[in-house]
């Protein structure tokens, strides 16, 4: 009777729980697969969303500051705002948000918002799709080996005020403000844009764990 109940005792330890505990295990492996794959889309999913919620703040602080130095200084003197404020608007989102936000373009006014590497590529794309009528959507691509999720957006030259300063400088290019945009960019590509032509793009990183910190 001791003996079987010892017996016992050894089966339940070295059979029962471990099977037991196989089975669970496989569980588990088979919730992080589910877990996994539903989440890879989820990522993606809310990057898009966080990458045009943070695109559309950014770009409505840049439109709003924009407009009010205009009517406060006119085109000239807006000049200043925008070579002054611009990067530092962009640079206390990014602390805001723990992110990285760049205004890049193929023409860059600013030596600084020439696009990298990882970001040529998709500009040429834009520029592609704008030259062929075709609509392009916001993008998103993994890069850094999947840690980093660079969402990217087309900007264009959307309405009449961006040609005050990036548009013909015979037409639309008030004297004033072509004689203040030599003497702050010596070198400026950044005009010659009609209405509707791309401008540039967004580049936003966003670090995939601050992307699933908000799943
Ligand atoms: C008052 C003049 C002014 C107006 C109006 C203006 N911009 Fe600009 N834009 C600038 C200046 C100056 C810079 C360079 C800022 C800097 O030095 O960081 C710039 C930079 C940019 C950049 C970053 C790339 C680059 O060339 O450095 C983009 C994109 C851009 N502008 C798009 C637009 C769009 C779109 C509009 C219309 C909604 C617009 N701008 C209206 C003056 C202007």
Redesign the pocket.
């Known amino acids: 009777m001791k003996n079987l109940l010892l017996l016992s005792l050894i089966l339940l330890i070295s059979c029962g729980p471990q099977e037991r505990v196989s089975k669970e295990a496989f569980d588990v492996v088979q919730q992080n697969n589910e877990v996994k794959r539903i989440t890879e889309v989820a990522i993606l999913e809310e990057a898009m969303v966080w990458g045009d919620s943070i695109t559309q703040e950014a770009q409505a602080q840049l439109?709003a500051q924009?407009q009010e130095?205009?009517a406060a200084n006119g085109?000239?003197g807006?000049?200043d705002?925008?070579?002054v404020n611009?990067?530092p608007l962009l640079k206390s989102l990014e602390s805001k948000h723990a992110v990285t936000l760049r205004?890049?373009?193929s023409?860059?006014?600013?030596p600084?918002?020439a696009p990298n590497s990882q970001e040529i590529p998709l500009l040429d794309a834009y520029a592609y799709n704008a030259e062929n009528n075709i609509l392009a959507d916001p993008s998103i691509q993994k890069i850094e080996g999947g840690e980093v999720l660079l969402y990217t957006k087309p900007?264009?030259?959307?309405?009449a005020?961006?040609l005050?300063?990036?548009g013909d400088p015979k037409k639309d290019i008030a004297p004033e403000?072509a004689a203040k945009?030599k003497q702050?960019?010596p070198q400026d590509p950044?005009t010659g844009y009609a209405l509707g032509d791309l401008?540039?793009?967004w580049a936003l990183r966003l670090p995939k764990k601050e992307v699933v910190k908000r799943l």
Do not use: E, W
């Not at 023409?107 to 600013?110: C, T």
């Open positions: 439109t924009l130095a205009i085109p000239a807006a000049l705002f925008c070579k611009a990067l205004r890049v373009s023409q860059p006014r600013n600084a918002d900007i264009l030259m959307a309405n005020l961006c005050s300063c990036h403000t945009l702050l960019y950044a401008r540039g793009m």
